[in-house]
């Protein structure tokens, strides 16, 4: 009786847990991704100034090492590479439908060699 009780208890937290998971829990927006409601909610002017403001951390590096080791942090805007950071001053924040930062191992895989500072995927609406 006390062994049945057990599973039972078990199944449901673990039906819970999968439940939870499947719609996405209760987390808030993704660190990985900026959608364009959100840019313009921001009241940032450029693409440049939306990831200063809402996702800071794609543009910090990972340490001394890496620094030397990593590259510079590259960014395409609709599948076209455009440059490195600075590039993301002439996108008009406006125009965004989406932006993706992929960290330096992702970026390799996706896109080969110099690639290992990151990459940020712009998406024009």
Same mark, same amino acid.
């Given at each position: ?25 209760? !987390?808030?927006?993704?660190?990985r ?16 100034d939306?990831?200063?403001?809402? $996702?800071?951390?794609?543009?910090? !590096?990972?340490? $001394? ?23 993301? !001053? ?11 930062y ?24």
């Amino acid at each position: 009786m006390r062994l049945a009780l057990v599973a039972v208890s078990v199944s449901v937290v673990v039906g819970a847990a999968c439940a939870a998971a499947s719609r996405g829990g209760t !987390r808030g927006p993704s660190r990985r991704v900026l959608l364009g409601d959100e840019i313009r909610a921001s009241s940032a002017a450029t693409a440049y100034d939306a990831v200063v403001a809402l $996702r800071p951390e794609w543009l910090t !590096r990972r340490g $001394r090492s890496s620094i030397q080791a990593a590259g510079e942090l590259v960014v395409y805007v609709d599948g076209m590479r455009q440059g490195g950071v600075t590039s993301l !001053r002439s996108v008009r924040a406006t125009d965004i439908f989406q932006m993706e930062y992929l960290d330096g191992p992702s970026a390799t895989i996706q896109f080969g060699t110099g690639h290992g500072g990151g990459v940020i995927l712009v998406r024009i609406a």
